[in-house]
């Protein structure tokens, strides 16, 4: 029997994976990878080794998840060392988790390497950090791809329940998700990054508030990270990365 190794690929920087990602990547036989997945990282694969593109896409999915989990098992019953490279973390809106039970299900060998989320990475390379000793104490990550399946109990707490917000999945839902915040409570004048294909050369960001963010999504598409919360003002002093085009905002 083989061995599964789920493993977070980072962000698009391919620098920022881990050592023992690296590692799973030279030892495998069977690479499955998805499409946010830094493909330079693919040099590290033995010159043998299988690879199969997941590809999945916003309403367009290559490799559905049940193949994935059926690709997993074929293989690892086969032998075979297999790595699953998934960008980000397996375990934050990565489907590793249910990956991970399947393969308990089937009594395969699997290890679980964690990997830099992209809320972290892209809004660090934005200039936003997440957390500030005297702005913000606390952070929520949330999917943003269906904003009217929440409650208006449920918004109230994401809303308020945390100092930043950080939405992934949620461009193309975005300006409902602006009147669903502001509706529970937060101001309009509350400051939003949008970060496209954070920790790429080519990464490119918009800011602006709650109430005129909508106004500028023409400039911005998929992939992309929603940051929301006070910290996102430091992003006009901490500019450390130069995106392809300039997009700093100041705010009033």
């Known amino acids: 029997m083989g061995k599964v190794y789920l493993v977070g690929a980072g962000p698009g920087d391919e620098e920022l994976i881990t050592v023992k990602g690296v590692r799973a990547i030279k030892e495998a036989d069977v690479i499955l990878y998805d499409r946010l997945v830094n493909h330079s990282l693919l040099d590290y694969a033995k010159a043998d080794a299988e690879l199969i593109f997941c590809g999945k896409m916003p309403r367009k999915h290559g490799l559905i998840q049940e193949k994935i989990n059926e690709q997993l098992i074929y293989h690892a019953k086969k032998g075979k060392t297999v790595t699953r490279l998934k960008g980000g973390d397996p375990f934050i809106f990565g489907r590793g988790g249910e990956e991970a039970l399947h393969l ?32 913000s104490g606390s952070v929520s990550f949330i999917n943003g ?5 929440k409650t208006d109990e449920q918004w109230r707490h994401l809303a308020l329940g945390a100092d930043t917000l950080c939405f992934y999945m949620g461009v193309r839902k975005f300006p409902i998700i602006c009147e ?10 509350t400051p939003v990054s949008i970060i496209h294909w954070g920790t790429f050369s080519h990464q490119k960001s ?24 006070e910290v996102v003002r430091l992003r006009e002093k901490i500019r450390w990365f130069q995106e392809q085009k300039e997009t700093i905002q100041t705010f009033s």
Do not use: C, F, W
Request: charged share 20%.
């Open 206 to 229: 918009i800011a602006a508030d709650l109430a005129t963010v909508s106004e500028r999504l023409d400039e911005i598409s998929n992939p992309s990270m929603i940051v929301v919360g």
């Open 180 to 189: 669903k915040l502001v509706q529970a409570g937060l101001v309009e004048t």
């Open 104 to 135: 308990e299900e089937h009594q395969i060998e699997y290890e679980v390497v964690p990997g830099i989320t992209s809320a972290i990475s892209a809004a660090a390379y934005a200039g936003i950090p997440l957390t500030h000793r005297t702005i």
């Open 145 to 149: 791809s269906d904003p009217d399946g």
